[in-house]
């Protein structure tokens, strides 16, 4: 059952709402470090948390992961693909489609949009969007779950968009908690390619989409002073790609963008006055 009502409710009258859209594997770093990075300090910036319905699936079965969704202290909503996606686009199945292609980088799903591009809404099937899903993406199937590569990152910066098109005047800003680099430039290929058709520049910079990495939120809690310098080890012991700003004394900076181990990490989260993380 779709969400889609509950959350047209709480944004339709809404003037400034912070929005954030959770992925998997930042709801597996944030259960996992719950001890040190609380709840109450991860998602208090939020008006609103929004998880795609193919994200949820792949924790669905594991209950202490539901139960800490549940248990998030801000209202929290699964929105689901095949239910809630076309309200927000006014029912507009070639605009979908077309995020979902957009969106989409890995072969299976280009392959899939391959069939579909050139045709017109009424030469659309009604289970496009289930035949996407069945047939777009590797699957991977144990005793306990079905999983899809690449299907909740795709899912999330569909939901993404089509939340800006739907609350543009309502939303202060969006936020995806991923820590798959990719998504960024998913994002910014979404924003370019917007300008044709079928949306025609409906897409701006405006309300601004944002990022929270694990690297950010741990970089969000330091600054904060909820998170001590020491127990960064244990939160990030590998090297992972990054994207920060370094600011200087004449008041210029520098855009930065590669692997950051974790001695270097640690040495901008001691100079926070100097660094802004991105991702």
């Not at 144990?142 to 739907?166: M, P």
Request: glycine share 2%; charged share 20%.
């Amino acid at each position: 059952m779709g969400n889609y009502s509950q959350i047209n409710t709480i944004l339709r009258n809404a003037t400034h709402a912070k929005i954030l859209l959770l992925d998997n594997n930042n709801l597996q770093f944030y259960y996992q470090y719950e001890d040190i990075l609380p709840k109450s300090e991860m998602f208090a910036p939020y008006d609103l948390v929004l998880i795609p319905g193919w994200v949820q699936a792949e924790y669905a079965h594991h209950a202490r992961k539901s139960n800490y969704i549940s248990n998030i202290p801000v209202p929290t909503y699964v929105i689901d693909e095949f239910e809630d996606y076309l309200p927000l686009l006014e029912y507009n199945d070639l605009k979908l489609l077309a995020l979902f292609r957009l969106s989409s980088v890995h072969s299976e799903a280009l392959q899939f949009f391959g069939r579909y591009r050139h045709l017109h809404a009424e030469e659309l099937p009604d289970d496009w969007l289930e035949q996407f899903y069945d047939h777009g993406f590797t699957t991977k199937q144990t005793n306990t779950r079905i999983t899809k590569k690449n299907a909740g990152e795709v899912s999330l910066v569909t939901l993404c968009f089509c939340l800006l098109h739907h609350y543009h005047t309502q939303i202060q800003h969006l936020t995806i908690a991923s820590t798959d680099f990719g998504i960024i430039k998913i994002k910014d290929r979404v924003l370019q390619e917007s300008q044709y058709a079928p949306f025609y520049g409906c897409f701006s910079a405006h309300p601004p989409i944002s990022f929270l990495s694990t690297d950010v939120s741990i970089y969000r809690a330091v600054k904060q002073g909820t998170l001590a310098i020491q127990d960064i080890p244990r939160l990030r012991p590998n090297p992972k790609s990054a994207q920060y700003i370094q600011h200087h004394a004449d008041h210029t900076s520098t855009l930065h963008s590669h692997v950051l181990t974790l001695d270097q990490f640690m040495v901008i989260c001691n100079d926070t006055d100097n660094y802004t993380f991105i991702f």
